[in-house]
T-cell receptor
Framework: AQSVSQHNHHVILSEAASLELGCNYS??????LFWYVQYPGQHLQLLLK??????LVKGIKGFEAEFIKSKFSFNLRKPSVQWSDTAEYFC??????????FGKGITLSVRP | EAQVTQNPRYLITVTGKKLTVTCSQN?????MSWYRQDPGLGLRQIYY???????DKGDVPEGYKVSRKEKRNFPLILESPSPNQTSLYFC??????????????FGPGTRLTVL
């Protein structure tokens, strides 16, 4: 069965700082990878996803993620965060059975 | 507007009193799921359905039931709620083309408190 590990539980940054949120998964086969975001009081929405092809994936609101197969990683990045990026971020993976497994989430707080 | 709706949004109940949380989607999606979100545990899948009359257990199915009699609806039933089912619940749907590999569309959530 697959699993997802997100390294930090709470990240605090100042506006304009660069962001990198770690995500590692364990699964030996072909995977599909996702980052979802949950803004305060709202439901989850998709930031970006990787199925195949270019391992550098661009999503909404200036986010991007890089799939590194050798490291089983799919880290989320943004060059310059804004206060409005304050949210909880979830990495998720599907394996051969197409079951979707979420990580425990990372809370990002951006100070204005 | 394409959306997933859940009702109620907030519910406070007592131990043992049966309740149903409804979920409906208007996107003609085959796949639907229920998740619970708890602090420090992220989202855990309770049940999922790949089509009408086809349901299966997720990671934490104990104490829950579901049914899928119509494509658009996927209610979550708690026959005898207990305090450890106090949580935030999300329903999600996705198209049948790729199952859960497709983008999940989430409902707004139902915050349940069981006293």
């Amino acid at each position: 069965a697959q699993s997802v590990s997100q390294h930090n539980h709470h990240v605090i940054l100042s506006e304009a700082a660069s962001l990198e949120l770690g995500c590692n998964y364990s699964y030996g086969g072909t995977v599909n990878l996702f980052w979802y975001v949950q803004y305060p009081g709202q439901h989850l929405q998709l930031l970006l996803k990787y199925f195949s092809g270019d391992p550098l994936v661009k999503g909404i609101k200036g986010f991007e993620a890089e799939f590194i197969k050798s490291k089983f990683s799919f880290n989320l990045r943004k060059p310059s965060v804004q206060w409005s990026d304050t949210a909880e971020y979830f990495c998720a993976v599907t394996g051969a059975n197409s079951k979707l497994t979420f990580g425990k989430g990372i809370t990002l707080s951006v100070r204005p | 507007e394409a959306q997933v709706t859940q009702n109620p949004r907030y519910l406070i109940t007592v131990t043992g009193k049966k309740l149903t949380v409804t979920c409906s989607q208007n996107m003609n999606h085959e796949y639907m799921s229920w998740y619970r979100q708890d602090p420090g545990l992220g989202l855990r899948q309770i049940y999922y359905s790949m089509n009408v009359e086809v349901t299966d257990k997720g990671d934490v199915p104990e104490g829950y039931k579901v049914s899928r009699k119509e494509k658009r609806n996927f209610p979550l039933i708690l026959e005898s709620p207990s305090p450890n089912q106090t949580s935030l619940y999300f329903c999600a749907s996705s198209s049948g083309r790729g199952g859960f590999t497709d983008t999940q569309y989430f409902g707004p959530g139902t915050r349940l408190t069981v006293l």
